[in-house]
């Protein structure tokens, strides 16, 4: 082999290096503006949740995306009439950072789109998703991430399960049980709520396009870059 072939070599597995990592995960959004999540079924017990039993809904609709942000508008009201604490509120999530209104959560109503088992969810270093599953929601058929955690201290016992919309990142069922250690008997709460609205199902979500487009471009860059050093190794020979 002379040393016009293995230069050529070289530039390719440079130039390869510097394409591939375009098709590395990347943290996007999959809604857009206009969808919504509406949660209902709350059941809470134990201290601090009791005030669950007595919510009808809580809606999430997305008002606006840029970038990595996600603007989210709450809305819901207790079985009374009375309006949530918090209704009418925006607050804007960034599903790269982990974020909401800028400071670290997890956790959240929403997280990027088209994740899979093992993958990180942000902030970093908190949590991955457990696994990817088929499940039914208001009787559709959705491949979903889920989320389990369990913590334990000398305190307490915490478990935590989400299960979040593959396609557009958005929180379909959650429940919580804490466990406190105390005098004369351990003290048990929990919660738990889910989707029972949603056009998430329906409407049309940019992640699959942006997948294939990160799939589809490096490769395409990385053919164009070996046909081309093919031909000019074909015409050094010539």
Sequence with gaps: ??????????????????????????????VIVGQYVKYGNFVGSGQGFESFNE?????????AVSGRDVTLLSTGQYKNGTALPGNGVSEVWNVEAGTQNGVDATQGPIIAAGLNQGDAIPPPNTY??????????????????????SISTSDYNLTLFYV???????????????????????????????????NIFTSTTPSSSLSMVYIVVPVVVIVIIVVVLILLLNRKRL
């Design 1 to 30: 082999m002379n040393k016009f072939s293995l230069s050529l070599i070289f530039v390719v597995f440079i130039l390869a290096a510097l394409v591939f990592p375009v098709s590395a995960l990347d943290y996007n959004p999959g």
């Design 55 to 63: 919510i009808s809904y809580q809606q999430f609709e997305v008002t």
């Design 128 to 149: 991955s998703i457990n696994a990817t599953e088929d499940r039914a929601y208001l009787g559709v058929s959705r491949a979903v991430n889920l989320l389990s955690v």
């Design 164 to 198: 979040y919309d593959k396609a557009s990142g958005f929180l379909l069922e959650a429940s919580s049980q804490t466990v406190t250690q105390s005098e004369p008997s351990s003290v048990t709460s929990s919660y738990s709520y889910s989707v029972i609205e949603t």
